[in-house]
């Protein structure tokens, strides 16, 4: 459920200047609306913020700065930006005060951008109503990682998403480019150096780890490339393009790479709007997935409002799958179907349907 409210909610940036553009595009008032829906069931089911995380699969609990909470809150401080209801804000600076600012299990020690994904709404917060110690920790953990030499951390794609607008947002509130290029020189090597790069270039898209990269291929003999971890990425470059300024060392090569998948992702839309767990191989598990279908939206749809992918040639594919999201996946409750459970590959978190649970953040 968190990863769909991540750009359900963030899209609410994108739609307002998109709407006059096709007569497919709903308006603002429902495209907000549909937006509002999800995040009401979800605050409904969730209403207290700071109560544990259940994994019921695994039989353990976890602390609700957890990523899988923290993307929650980017998705919902978006929303709070084009529709600034006060409970938004109250739920999301009651999470942050009873988890003292601080990333998971309170460690500024920690590298796992998991661990520190939480520092992405601080950063929101403290822009709102700023105070020194929303950031203390989050300055303390980010300076661990810009003082140290290692930059190979981001192992696995869904990273990039959890730990690079951190760096970058922080580069900003500070100005101190220093965190901005810890960011791209961490980027780097996942993009160009692990496993001899995640990203293919040819291709447009990302493997999602090192054990991805061929000679894995999927079933049909194509190479793996996992939905919503392509879409983690897309995500991620619009966030850090959303900070750096026009002039930033490096924006170019998140621009271009932005492009080039955006373009990829096109190309391997399905016919009813969504995209399938495996990008290139439609036998694997395939059918609607929201998740990376609902990343994938917010990132053609902010490049188009931004004038950087072409109107004419994104507008219809955006148009499709958000018209299908809200259509086939929002049900009348705000619950959201077709959502694929953890994991790192198309066969994960199966069954996926209309009304399948996925495992964290039962409804």
């Not at 991540?6 to 709407?19: I, N």
């Not at 953990?141 to 003082?147: A, T």
């Amino acid at each position: 459920m968190k990863r769909v409210i991540l750009t359900v909610a963030s899209a609410a940036t994108l739609w307002c200047p998109l709407t006059a553009a096709a007569q497919e595009v709903p308006d603002r008032e429902q495209a907000l609306q549909a937006m509002i829906r999800v995040n009401d069931r979800f605050m409904r089911n969730y209403s207290d913020p700071t109560a544990v995380i259940p994994y019921y699969s695994r039989g353990k609990v976890y602390e609700s700065n957890l990523w899988t909470r923290a993307v929650y809150y980017e998705g919902l401080m978006a929303l709070y930006a084009i529709y600034p209801e006060n409970r938004y804000y109250d739920y999301a600076f009651r999470w942050a005060e009873y988890h003292k600012w601080g990333m998971r299990r309170d460690d500024t020690t920690t590298r796992n951008a998991d661990n520190y994904c939480a520092a992405q709404t601080y950063i929101d917060l403290y822009r709102l109503t700023p105070r020194p110690e929303m950031l203390t920790k989050t300055v303390a953990c980010m300076n661990m990682l810009v003082n140290t030499p290692q930059v190979d951390d981001w192992t696995w794609i869904d990273a990039i998403q959890m730990g690079m607008p951190v760096l970058v947002k922080l580069a900003a509130v500070r100005n101190d480019e220093r965190y901005a290029e810890k960011a791209w020189r961490m980027y780097e090597w996942t993009r160009n150096t692990l496993a001899g790069g995640l990203y293919n270039e040819r291709d447009g898209l990302w493997w999602r780890d090192g054990s991805f990269v061929p000679p894995y291929k999927e079933p049909n003999g194509a190479n793996c490339y996992w939905s919503r971890g392509n879409g983690w990425v897309a995500a991620a470059l619009v966030r850090v393009l959303e900070e750096l300024p026009e002039d930033a060392p490096h924006r170019d090569v998140y621009l271009r790479d932005l492009r080039s998948m955006c373009a990829a992702l096109v190309g391997c839309q399905r016919k009813d709007g969504f995209w399938n767990v495996s990008l290139h191989d439609e036998s694997n598990f395939g059918g609607r997935e929201t998740s990376g279908t609902a990343l994938f939206v917010y990132a053609m749809a902010w490049g188009v409002n931004r004038g950087i992918l072409d109107r004419d040639e994104y507008l219809p594919a955006i148009a499709l799958a958000w018209n299908a999201m809200v259509k086939e996946a929002v049900h009348d409750d705000g619950f959201l179907g077709y959502v694929q459970g953890t994991g790192k590959e198309p066969k994960d978190g199966q069954t996926v349907n209309r009304s399948s649970v996925p495992d964290f953040e039962e409804n």
